[in-house]
Structures are given as structure tokens and as C-alpha cells.
């Protein structure tokens, strides 16, 4: 099994910038694939991106691909998203995924919450 965690949800202001962690333990050489992912309150599920833990260059939702920016450490098992210029639609919970394939995303985290507000 593969364990997540995410780390670094809270309260901001619009315009702030805020960067979550995702935390991979457990059987994670069957990871190859990370995603983080959103769902604002009432609504479904959005894709915001991925990145593999070898060489290749992250993927990005067209939404937020100006305002966003995710990385990786892979000697941590944690990837990162950087979330820049902050508005109150961006409020949800973010959560990481990790996929044995291309979108075959399997294990979930629990989730941390983003809210932004004046």
C-alpha cells in the first residue's frame, strides 16, 4: 500500500501565495506518477496536475498552469505545489494521488484544505 499526506493547507488572503506538500510512504516504487487535484465544496473533482518521479517536466490543467508550479524531491518522496496570486475561487480541498500508470491515479491522501478570503 502507498501512503499520502498532504501538509500545508490554510486560511490566505487573495493574492497570497501558498505551497502544499505531498508526503508518499509505504510500497511507493509503485508510484510512478503524482497528481494533485482539487474539489471545491458542491462541486466535482479537478485535475490540476502531474509529474512523474523520473526526469520528465510536470503537466499542467490550462486553469491554472499560469498561477501554479509543481516539483518534486524525490530523496523525500514528496512533491510540491506552489500555488501563486491566490483568488477566493481557488478555495478547496487539495489533494495528491499517486497512479502506477498514466492516469490510473489509485491512492489518495486525505486531503488539505485552501481557503482564500478577504
Known amino acids: 500500500q502507498v501512503q499520502l499526506q498532504e501538509f500545508g493547507g490554510g486560511s490566505v488572503q487573495p493574492g497570497a501565495s501558498l505551497t502544499l506538500s505531498c508526503v508518499a510512504s509505504?510500497?511507493?516504487?509503485?508510484?510512478?506518477?503524482m497528481g494533485w487535484f482539487r474539489q471545491p465544496s458542491g462541486k466535482e473533482r479537478e485535475f490540476l496536475g502531474s509529474?512523474?518521479?523520473?526526469?520528465?517536466?510536470?503537466t499542467y490543467a490550462a486553469s491554472v498552469a499560469d498561477r501554479f508550479i509543481i516539483s518534486r524531491d524525490s530523496a523525500k518522496n514528496t512533491v510540491y505545489l506552489k500555488m501563486n496570486n491566490l483568488n477566493v475561487e481557488d478555495t478547496a480541498m487539495y489533494y495528491c494521488?499517486?497512479?502506477?500508470?498514466?492516469?490510473?491515479?489509485?491512492?489518495w491522501g486525505q486531503g488539505t484544505q485552501v481557503t482564500v478570503s478577504s
Open positions: 494521488a499517486s497512479a502506477p500508470r498514466y492516469q490510473e491515479y489509485d491512492h
Open positions: 509505504g510500497r511507493t516504487p509503485n508510484t510512478f506518477l
Open positions: 509529474i512523474t518521479w523520473g526526469t520528465e517536466n510536470p
